[in-house]
């Protein structure tokens, strides 16, 4: 497959102005305009995001998965543990040429709801690990200032060859805004050192990034998914892992000549696509050579792709035949099971190995399928099971508005004073893996493989230091009778058994609903439904344990998750509490002086923004779904976020 180039957009979606570039395995760049989403899925026109397609669910599996079985956790030195992992594990993955439209516009213009978002994982995980890459950034320049004063555009200079992707080209006002966003909501971020020309490296984005971010930088890619660079005529076609290799030596050498940045032991790779194996890299003796600068070593992978449908390529696949496969443990572990020795191989050279990109599908996902509770429920297992084969972070693409999958979409710019964002259902899988994970770094997990193996009931549990500290619990049936409700019996081996312990589920009717998930009470609504704060009341179950029988029964609905809490501590160290958000409308003039009625604060429980607690702002805020930073960064930073960081602070 050679470099693909698709200027009418998608069949079946009848897309007709959006240009759409593919380089091999999934969809780069996702402008354009969408359509209604009243009219029925068949006739629809609007964008991928926003398609109304609904799948069938699979029939209750034959036999029935068995709706009682029990689960014996050991503790003490229990066998199999991962290695530690962070609760900033689950994080996101945003396509370069779209992080104008995620992020926000520039550092004076950040999308509040984009900082709702982080700061729900924050209050739970501790941080939030947010790669912004991808192909886009592989050829991106950082410039001056560009053409039209936007912090992002299309180099549009030499456009006339239509064969060519406009490369991208942005100004630090990118990084100056990630660095807002960080100061606000404790994102850590993944960039790209380009490595389109390994003989002139474009270094401006190490040294900005280093200067502008610090220590909130945390990595920096080198070669996005190179073994696709001969495919898509970017290399030879000879070009094997050791010229990936060889290169890569050549971007040391050329960041240790450059005083400009500081840190030259940032790098990741090789980043693979897979059509090289790791070990075909490994065995380069990459990681020997280049030990000191690798902070971590990288693989991206889709399960499967959706390229037939949405350009023509590959094998015709629909979301209702894929579906099934999407709703069994068997899918997490058959994606992860090509890394295991590659995982191992990390700890036995001391490197962290990350799935750098990762979803439901590549080309933008399935319909009806990537945007369902069944891709939430899957996002929980996947994750999970990334966890438990050693993993150290997985990252989950964001694509815009020509995509299936998304975490979170925002309205394009020109709806955004009408429409708010459409939260996916991967995003709750987020929010579920980061308070399963919690905020300790010590969490250990475990597969449990549970009723003796069910593929369709997975569960893991999570410990730290030895002990078990929670359950997390799946039932990918779809069952309205109620019949394939399951309930599972936990027990402890050689602890007491708590008098109760305390159950968030992650709710829906079916696998195939679409928006409108639950998560302990709390819901991000339906389509253009979310400032980015979960709305209505929090509902933790508290179910009680049979001591005498030395069980705790927890019940899961088909379908339904389950977290199991198996101490208070265990709760409160995956949920700070309340913590800083903000108010959809913008602060146009956000005063360090703002007051805060300490009365609401009081009694904040958590739902409440900072347009609560910010009772005695003097200025006025304006709908504009942009909070505004008032001067550029860094200089002013400083003045402005010892203001919003007191708020915070006094928020929690
Ligand atoms: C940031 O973006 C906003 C909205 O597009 C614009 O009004 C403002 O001038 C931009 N600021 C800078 C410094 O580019
Ligand atoms: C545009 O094309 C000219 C002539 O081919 C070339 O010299 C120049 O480097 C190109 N500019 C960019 C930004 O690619
Ligand atoms: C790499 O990308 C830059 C910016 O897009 C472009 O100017 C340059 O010609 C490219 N170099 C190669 C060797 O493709
Ligand atoms: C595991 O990886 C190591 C390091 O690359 C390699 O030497 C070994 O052959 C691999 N084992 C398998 C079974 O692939
Ligand atoms: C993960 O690493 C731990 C510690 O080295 C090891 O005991 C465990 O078997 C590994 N898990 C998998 C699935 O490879
Ligand atoms: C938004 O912009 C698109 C593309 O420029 C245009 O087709 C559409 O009509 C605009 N919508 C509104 C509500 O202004
Ligand atoms: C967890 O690790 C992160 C990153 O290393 C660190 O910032 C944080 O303080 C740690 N949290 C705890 C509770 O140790
Ligand atoms: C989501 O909930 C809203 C409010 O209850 C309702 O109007 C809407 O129809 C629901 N959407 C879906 C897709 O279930």
Redo the contacts with the bound molecule.
Sequence with gaps: MRLLLVHSFLLGFGLSQAAVTVYGPHVQQTFGPYGTVTAASASYTGAAVYNPTTLTPPPVPNPPPPTQFNIALESGNVQGLSITQ?GSFFGFSIEFSVVTQVLGRNSSFLQVPFLNLMANIRERA??VHVRVGGNTQDSATLVESTPDGAALEKDKTNESNPTATPPTIFTAEIIKMMAGISALTNVRWYMGVPFNDTTNFRLQIAEVGEAILGDYLVGLQAGNEPDLYSRHGHRPESYGPNDYTTEFGLLIDAMEKDSNIPNPNLLIGPNLAGVWTPEDVWNTGFVNDYSQQLSALAVERYPTDNCYAQFGVGTPRTGQEMFADYLTHTSGQHIVSSFLNSSNYAQTVGKPLLMFETNTASCGGFPGLSDSYGAALWGIDYGLQMAFSNFSGALFHVGGQSVFYNPFTPPVTNQSTFHQWTIGPIYYSALVVAEALG???LSQVLDLNPNGGNEFTPGYAIYENGQPMRVALVNYVTDPSGASDYTASISIAGGSTPAQVKVKYLSATSTAQKYNFTWAGQTFGDVFGSDGRPMGNVDIQTVPCDQTAGVCRVKVPAPGFALVFLTDQALSESDEGPTMTFPTTAYTKFENTATIDQAVLATSNGNRGLSDSLAGTSKGRQMSGAFRLRHALPASLGAFLVGVLAVGRLVR
């Design positions: 962070r501790g941080s905020a300790s770094n």
